[in-house]
């Protein structure tokens, strides 16, 4: 009898340490922490990182995943229009997760232009309301060790990388090899669905960028890898419906003078440096003559020292 009772302590203890080895860490490795010591990894420490920046110190609020913030130079928008441009993207971010950073980001700034990339429109989101959903968010909430692993995992594996309020400046050149990747006639992308319930997010980022006096954009970063001329036309028809500014970029390489033989860092799929800065130089003229507020921003910065 005396050795059954002390099995069950002996097994109460090791559940008790068990779960403070997992709820102990999570609550001290967080993502703030994690930013606060300059530790963490880009996924999980976007949200932080925005919310570190100064009050009202966002102009030009950029959401979306890798697309998003290899696509946008956040400083030849400062240097040539005065804008102060924060990328605020996250590699691989659902719909879902560019609503967070759109809102965690609204709390402390106040934007005039929210832009979003799109690939994020063509990837699964998971049904928040569906059982393992929720089971997974309930594990999170009590062993943020969970969620936060990758935060607690980065002092170790981290690579040193340059980034300007969060545009990543990446020299490496991948040529992308393909050729024209717009034609009408080419063979079509294999997934040209959007999720009702990435349409449903989309719409709710518009709504929270109005509300609180934001303009929300829609654009697509230059990339073979990932844009053909069918996914334009779905998304041209999407925003047209939503009444959401849309702009291609993929239909302007030439315009922008793009060479995918030295303008990308991985074939095709993400800009380097060069390509980032081509594309912000033309997204930069189409928004200042566009949108009268853009415009605005550019005149009134010349008095600015923020």
Same mark, same amino acid.
């Given at each position: 009898?005396?050795?059954?009772? =002390?099995?069950?302590?002996?097994?109460?203890?090791f559940?008790?340490?068990?779960?403070?080895?997992?709820?102990?860490p999570?609550?001290?490795?967080?993502?703030?922490?994690?930013?606060?010591?300059?530790?963490?990894?880009?996924?999980?420490?976007?949200?932080?990182?925005?919310?570190?920046?100064?009050?009202?110190?966002?102009?030009? @609020?950029?959401?979306?995943?890798?697309?998003?913030?290899?696509?946008?130079?956040?400083?030849?928008?400062?240097?040539?229009?005065g804008?102060?441009?924060y990328? $605020?993207?996250? %590699?691989?971010?659902?719909?879902?997760?560019?609503?967070?950073?759109?809102e965690? #980001? @609204?709390?402390?700034?106040?934007?005039? *232009?929210?832009?979003?990339e799109?690939?994020?429109?063509?990837?699964?989101?998971?049904?928040?309301? !569906? $059982? !393992? $959903?929720?089971?997974?968010?309930?594990?999170?909430?009590?062993?943020?060790?969970?969620?936060?692993?990758?935060?607690?995992?980065?002092?170790?594996?981290?690579?040193?990388?340059?980034?300007?309020?969060?545009?990543?400046?990446?020299?490496? *050149?991948?040529?992308?090899?393909?050729?024209?990747?717009?034609?009408?006639? &080419?063979?079509?992308?294999?997934?040209?669905?959007?999720?009702? @319930?990435?349409?449903e997010?989309?719409?709710?980022?518009? %709504?929270?960028?109005?509300?609180?006096? %934001?303009?929300?954009?829609?654009? !697509?970063?230059?990339?073979?890898?990932?844009?053909?001329?069918?996914?334009?036309? =779905?998304?041209?028809?999407?925003?047209?419906?939503?009444?959401?500014?849309?702009?291609?970029?993929?239909?302007? &390489?030439?315009?922008?003078?793009?060479?995918?033989?030295?303008?990308?860092? &991985?074939?095709?799929?993400?800009?380097?440096?060069?390509?980032?800065?081509?594309?912000?130089?033309?997204?930069?003229?189409?928004?200042? =003559?566009?949108?009268?507020?853009? $415009? =605005?921003?550019?005149? /009134? /910065?010349? #008095?600015?020292?923020?």
């Amino acid at each position: 009898m005396d050795n059954s009772k =002390n099995k069950i302590k002996q097994a109460a203890v090791f559940l008790l340490i068990l779960f403070l080895l997992f709820y102990i860490p999570g609550r001290i490795m967080t993502p703030k922490l994690m930013t606060d010591l300059e530790l963490s990894n880009w996924r999980n420490g976007t949200i932080p990182k925005v919310l570190s920046e100064p009050d009202n110190s966002i102009d030009l @609020l950029v959401i979306g995943d890798s697309e998003s913030y290899t696509s946008i130079d956040t400083r030849f928008l400062k240097n040539k229009y005065g804008i102060r441009a924060y990328d $605020a993207g996250q %590699a691989a971010a659902t719909v879902s997760q560019s609503y967070e950073i759109l809102e965690n #980001s @609204l709390k402390r700034q106040r934007p005039v *232009v929210v832009l979003y990339e799109t690939n994020s429109l063509y990837r699964k989101q998971p049904d928040p309301k !569906s $059982a !393992s $959903a929720v089971i997974t968010d309930t594990l999170y909430d009590i062993f943020p060790l969970l969620k936060y692993h990758s935060s607690w995992k980065s002092p170790f594996i981290q690579k040193h990388e340059q980034v300007y309020r969060g545009f990543r400046i990446d020299k490496r *050149v991948k040529p992308y090899l393909g050729g024209n990747y717009m034609g009408k006639d &080419d063979i079509p992308y294999k997934n040209k669905k959007i999720g009702q @319930l990435n349409v449903e997010y989309l719409r709710k980022m518009k %709504a929270l960028s109005e509300s609180k006096g %934001a303009r929300f954009i829609m654009y !697509s970063a230059p990339s073979p890898k990932n844009y053909d001329y069918r996914k334009h036309k =779905n998304l041209t028809k999407l925003a047209k419906r939503e009444k959401i500014p849309y702009i291609d970029m993929n239909l302007y &390489d030439r315009d922008m003078k793009m060479d995918w033989k030295s303008d990308t860092r &991985d074939q095709g799929d993400h800009l380097n440096v060069y390509g980032a800065r081509k594309a912000t130089r033309f997204l930069g003229e189409y928004l200042v =003559n566009k949108f009268p507020l853009i $415009a =605005n921003i550019k005149h /009134s /910065s010349r #008095s600015r020292r923020t």
